[in-house]
């Protein structure tokens, strides 16, 4: 079946950094858009990034631009989000999503997430 499991995630500091992966299985992933989402406490849910299937074609939330990084590794079948200067508004649950930016809402394609949570 189809598995999506997040890593990465933890307590950081405002202004750290973290690396969160997503490891892909039971389906085709080179030929699939991925997409990351959060939601924060309290919050609905937000789409974050997405990329294109060779990684050519990126897109992020204004509320990420500059500050994160979205990739895949399609020979590791494997997906990431680096995100630098993060601050506590990026607190929540980060989900790695099998689905284009405009599906991104679709919560059956997201795996089980990961915590991330920004303090001091």
């Known amino acids: 079946e189809v598995q999506l499991v997040e890593s990465g995630g933890g307590l950081v500091q405002p202004g750290g950094s973290l690396r969160l992966s997503c490891a892909a299985s039971?389906?085709?992933?080179?030929?699939?858009?991925m997409t990351w989402v959060r939601q924060a406490p309290g919050k609905g849910p937000e789409w974050v990034s997405s990329?294109?299937?060779?990684?050519?074609?990126?897109d992020y939330a204004d509320s990420v631009k500059d500050r994160f990084t979205i990739s895949r590794d399609n020979t590791k079948n494997t997906l990431y989000l680096q995100m630098n200067s993060l601050t506590p508004d990026d607190t929540a649950v980060y989900y790695c999503?099998?689905?284009?930016?405009?599906?991104?809402?679709?919560?059956?394609?997201w795996g089980q997430g990961t915590q991330v949570t920004v303090s001091s």
């Open positions: 990329i294109s299937r060779f990684g050519k074609t990126t």
């Open positions: 039971g389906f085709a992933f080179s030929s699939n858009v």
């Open positions: 999503a099998k689905v284009p930016q405009s599906l991104w809402y679709i919560r059956a394609y």
